[in-house]
């Protein structure tokens, strides 16, 4: 079977690779010329992301890319240690941090490796669909023919829309997160670990990847503001934004950001609480595009990878896409909903259990 996918980022890379696996033949069109949207940001895979990967065996290059934290620990506005919990890490791989800019590379490198066709510069504004299966059309006019087409667009999707035009936009979660790297000497360190600071206004969080580089992120209470205005924001802007949050407090954080050259990027935080309808029968969403968790979740990208490794399992075992889609939603909507509820109120640490001990068995047949 010929499938498209619409976004090379974290789910249209993965569930290309697993297709490939199942015998399938995907073909990825991404917007951007490399990379993709939000590329400043780091993020953290959790065990059960990990466990996704290592069901197609593609967790090596993940884990050679990344850096390990086993917990964390949360620091009071006094400076005082809180309590630390520790990731449960036997048998399992995870947390593991890495830039989006890395994961995207790594896993498009290594979905190339496998042998899967991923056409940069090519993105999706439209698809028809009919008896011969469907036709996706790019802003660039070309048109491609395939059986399905698979919307791993992200927040924003196309396909969202053309599955059903009615679908919810997705909501801003009052939150605008800043992210920056710094080399600077002296300051705190986490190697290890993440260390989560609650000021008066905002929270911070940072840990030091391995070779000393402190890694941290600031998610401010905010209004939105026109996307516009927000893509027009200087490093310069952001670092001044998240050190206003945090200045005058007797914490790390201000200090952590003055220090931070250019390397600061920010972004107002979205979720996408429901979507009606997840497919149709030649077309079908995964990742982002279906069920965008907060930042605040650290899950988005681990339910991505848990999508495309059982979406891949279903067209392999159902007799036909619209059976596949069906099964595929029957085992995916009920978690990912309850966990962008959970991020929606922020306490996706507590009971995590049902989240990181999921585990997919790449050879256990889909059944009806
Ligand atoms: C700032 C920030 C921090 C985050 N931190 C974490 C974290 O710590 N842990 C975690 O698990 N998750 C985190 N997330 C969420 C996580 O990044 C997403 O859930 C994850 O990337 C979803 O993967 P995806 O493949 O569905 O979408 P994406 O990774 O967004 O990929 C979508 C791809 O589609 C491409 N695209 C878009 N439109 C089109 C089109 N029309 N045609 C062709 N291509 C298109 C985009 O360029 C992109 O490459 C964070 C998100 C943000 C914004």
């Known amino acids: 079977m010929r499938v498209l996918v619409a976004g090379g980022g974290i789910s249209g890379t993965v569930t290309a690779m697993a297709l490939k696996l199942a015998g399938h033949d995907p073909v990825v069109f991404e917007a951007y010329a490399s990379g993709g949207e939000d590329i400043g940001a780091f993020l953290t895979i959790m065990h059960n992301g990990m466990d996704a990967l290592r069901a197609i065996g593609a967790d090596g290059p993940v ?41 995207y590379r790594v896993l498009q490198d290594e979905a190339t490796r496998r042998g899967v066709t991923l056409v940069h510069g090519r993105r999706l504004t439209g698809a028809k669909t009919g008896p011969g299966g469907v036709t996706a059309e790019f802003a660039d006019g070309t048109t491609e023919a395939g059986d399905v087409l698979i919307g791993a667009d992200g927040l924003h999707s196309v396909v969202r829309r053309l599955i059903d035009p009615a679908a919810a936009e ?57 996307r516009a205005e927000i893509a027009a924001v200087t490093p310069d802007g952001w670092r001044e934004f998240a050190h206003a949050a945090f200045a005058g407090e007797p914490l790390p954080c201000a200090d952590i950001i003055a220090a931070t050259g250019d390397e600061v990027f920010g972004g107002h935080s979205y979720d996408v609480p429901e979507t009606r309808v997840w497919s149709t029968p030649e077309m079908v969403l995964i990742g982002d595009a279906a069920h965008a968790a ?63 001990s999921h585990h997919i068995d790449w050879d256990a047949k889909i059944g009806g």
């Open 63 to 103: 884990i050679d890319a990344s850096f390990a934290a086993h917990g964390v620990e949360l620091v009071l506005p006094t400076g005082e240690t809180a309590g630390r919990r520790d990731f449960e890490t036997e048998g399992l791989d995870g947390p593991r941090t890495v830039t989006r800019a890395t994961l």
């Open 170 to 226: 997705p909501r801003f979660t009052g939150l605008t997160v800043v992210y920056g790297y710094t080399r600077a000497p002296g300051l705190p360190s986490a190697p290890g670990i993440y260390r989560m600071v609650r000021g008066s206004k905002a929270a911070f969080g940072f840990t030091t990847d391995p070779s000393g580089a402190t890694f941290w992120f600031a998610r401010v209470p905010d209004e939105e503001r026109p």
């Open 294 to 356: 907060s930042p605040a979740s650290a899950q988005g990208a681990s339910m991505a990878l848990e999508d495309s490794v059982v979406l891949a399992q279903c067209l392999r075992d159902r007799p036909d896409p619209a059976s596949a889609f069906e099964a595929y939603e029957g085992l995916r909507r009920e978690r990912v909903e309850k966990l962008v509820a959970a991020g929606a109120g922020q306490n996706v640490a507590d009971g995590t259990d049902w989240l990181y």
